[in-house]
């Protein structure tokens, strides 16, 4: 009996001994070079998008080594997020949304140790210029409304159907949309009054269509539509993004460290547009 347990145990002793051989050590370089990423995004993110984005970055982490933060559901960064961003080392800081991208852009400038990726969720609106080697801002191309509308505003023209604008001071209508022969049909929201003017000028002019060029309140959208002229809402254009596209592009540029700055436009294959 002693012999046969002292045997059991000396086998037992052999195959943890096999097994031992097998576990690879961990290759210090690959400690060396592995990638630490935070991701804040915004509040208000789908549920959809947010298992899209938990799936990739569970994948990045399991199969390219790459770990990471993700601080979800972010109205406003706290003085304790922003100490964490700060202290800890990470190679990459991934941001996702329009004002949260315009609240993070300066703390980004001051923290030039890390590569920051700020990605626009909607259509972008008067983006400041990136000039910053260690940020790249992913927002619509420069004219994205203009470009959206060309054709169907040709078109009209073409019918000869007129339309009444709406828009704000600080966004003019294209000239050759509404040349300046016709400054008359364009209506400024942001004025003070600005309806009733609107009101009888739409009675006077009797427009094929209302276009409006620039964001209004639901109520003063609804006021518009009463008027019981064809309305166009051109600010209702939206974009949803591809996220199978974008994180395989990012992740594309954390393994070649092909790093491009600046503000760049998204790609067809990087947003889908939606019209109303």
């Known amino acids: 009996m002693r012999w046969t347990t002292g045997l059991l145990t000396l086998c037992i002793l052999f195959v943890l001994g096999g097994c031992g051989k097998n576990i690879p050590a961990i290759d210090p370089a690959l400690l060396e070079s592995k990638v630490s990423v935070l991701i804040i995004s915004k509040e208000q993110i789908s549920d959809t998008t947010k298992s899209t984005l938990q799936n990739a970055f569970l994948s990045w982490r399991d199969s390219h080594h790459i770990a990471f933060d ?38 980004a400038a001051s923290l030039p140790s890390k590569k920051w990726i700020l990605l626009d969720d909607t259509v972008s609106v008067d983006n400041p210029p990136i000039t910053d080697k260690h940020i790249v801002w992913k927002q619509t191309e420069q004219n994205f409304m203009e470009k959206q509308w060309e054709e169907w505003v040709k078109q009209q023209q073409v019918l000869g159907k007129s339309i009444e604008w709406v828009t704000i001071g600080s966004k003019p209508i294209p000239s050759l949309w509404a040349p300046s022969e016709e400054a008359e049909t364009i209506s400024l929201s942001d004025a003070e009054g600005w309806f009733p003017q609107f009101q009888n000028q739409v009675r006077r002019h009797g427009p094929s269509w209302i276009a409006v060029y620039s964001p209004l309140d639901a109520n003063s959208l609804q006021r518009v539509k009463n008027l019981k002229v064809p309305v166009v809402d051109m600010t209702a254009v939206s974009i949803e993004l591809q996220w199978g596209n974008i994180l395989t592009s990012i992740l594309q540029t954390i393994e070649s460290k092909a790093w491009v700055n600046g503000s760049l436009a998204y790609t067809s294959q990087e947003i889908q547009i939606v019209k109303p």
């Open 70 to 107: 993700w601080m979800a559901d972010t109205a406003v960064l706290t003085d304790l997020q922003i100490t964490a961003l700060k202290n800890r080392p990470y190679t990459y800081i991934i941001v996702i949304g329009n004002e949260l991208n315009r609240q993070v852009w300066p703390i």
